[in-house]
């Protein structure tokens, strides 16, 4: 049974870089057929993806995000990490990380945890 | 970026009867070339992590109780919920995977009426 779980801090100061990382339990973040992903919601609002990045290192990230994120992978401890630069009270959301299957629908989610941007 | 538009916002719905939730996208999810539509519909309860319900539009995930469903392709699909169940109160999402960025609806509360 394959499980995600998110960790970090919960509160980030203005301008500062909110780091997250995702330990993945029951499954390889090295095998392929996978995006291991990052989506957040903000507090009463929807969802948004933020990024994704494969086995190999290869990343994508969203547009409107792609100044300031960057994904990275640690497969000697299977999980992977967000860095997201710069943040300001609108990145304020619940930040998930998840398993994309490489068609694209996401099939497994971690919690979720609640970043709030305040100084 | 391709827009989804979910309708309605909100719906409640009695016991044991319909709800109908739609999702259009700003431009055409299906790949003619595996003849699939890159579309994915997600359950939301509060305080809990989406959960996959249905890809390519009509395949329902393992586990999923069959009284959801799904379909339509090109541009325009419909969430159905038949006999509608307690425990299906939640906020509904869609989601295209067919273009990046990935994009979700703004999702369709479901209530019990």
Known sequence: QVQLQESGPGLVKPSQTLSLTCTVSGDSISRGDYYWSWI??????????????YYTGNTNYNPSLKSRV?????????????????????????YFC?????????????????????? | DIVMTQSPDSLAVSLGERATIHCKSS??????????NYLAWYQQKPGQPPRLLIYWASTRESG???????SGSGT????????LQAEDVA???????????????????????
């Open chain 1, 70 to 94: 960057s994904i990275s992978l640690d497969t000697s401890k299977n999980q992977f990490s967000l860095n997201l630069t710069s943040v300001t009270a609108s990145d304020t959301a619940v």
């Open chain 2, 27 to 36: 431009q055409t999810v299906f790949y003619s070339s595996n003849n699939m």
């Open chain 1, 98 to 119: 998840a398993r994309a299957e490489d068609w694209g629908w996401i099939d497994r989610w971690g919690q979720g945890t609640l970043v709030s941007v305040s100084s």
């Open chain 2, 76 to 83: 325009d699909f419909t969430l159905s919920i038949n006999s």
């Open chain 1, 40 to 53: 957040r919601q903000p507090p009463g609002m929807g969802l948004e993806w933020i990024g994704y990045i």
């Open chain 2, 91 to 113: 906020v509904y999402y869609c989601q295209q995977h067919y273009y990046l960025p990935w994009t979700f609806g703004q999702g369709t509360k479901v209530e019990i009426k």
């Open chain 2, 64 to 70: 999923v109780p069959d009284r959801f469903s799904g």
